[in-house]
């Protein structure tokens, strides 16, 4: 009669866990890429300036360069909110966050575009960049800083197909998928133009901080 060794009981126990933890580690792989784009949806739906903050801050990081998330300032129709705000060697970014379940279209100058539902419903919505550039003219009202050093940005979500009918208007606002946005901005940080002197620079951004947090607090009160 054939006698099975403790050594042999030992190396299938190993096999078998090895078994049992690939098929556990492949299971979570398939799980997490079948449902990351419906967390990632969900997410950007529930609070799309949180869901966009680490295209920013990467986008800072690698370029170590300025910061801001949330500004608001001001009340009514001088209000301005921008959703994040990035502080380059030749440019302020000033970034508007967007989220679209479908397909948008339109032209630069039009003053409403066209939104596509993934259920086929057709709607017209305002112009993001027209927008964008709204919340850009104000925020240099507010700062004293003139708008010719900033670039306005839209971001959309990866699945929003974009038809752009045209090309004009662009170098004003540009509309781009978030993952994008950090060669957006080493575009325009490799343009030959006159950087910021730092100095000026960390005071502009110091000074639109100090503007947001000055409406954060009177909020508080």
Known sequence: ????????????????????????????????????????????????????????????????YYLINDFVRGEGASRVRIDHIIGGDKYIYVITDCYFDGAISGMAEDASWVFYSRKGKKQPIKNPLATNRAMLNRLSMVSGINSSFMVGVVLVNEECFVSRLDEKGRGESELVSVKDLESLVEDYESRDVTAFVKKELWQAIHDLHELGKAKEDERRR
Do not use: C, W
Not at 27 to 44: D, E, S, T, V
């Open 1 to 64: 009669m054939p006698q099975i060794t403790f050594l042999e009981i030992t190396s299938y126990d190993v096999r078998l866990g090895v078994y049992v933890a690939f098929a556990v580690i492949a299971g979570l792989i398939f799980l997490y890429l079948f449902l990351r784009a419906p967390i990632r949806k969900l997410r950007a739906k529930g609070n799309i300036t949180a869901a966009y903050f680490p295209y920013a801050y990467k986008t800072a990081l690698h370029g170590d």
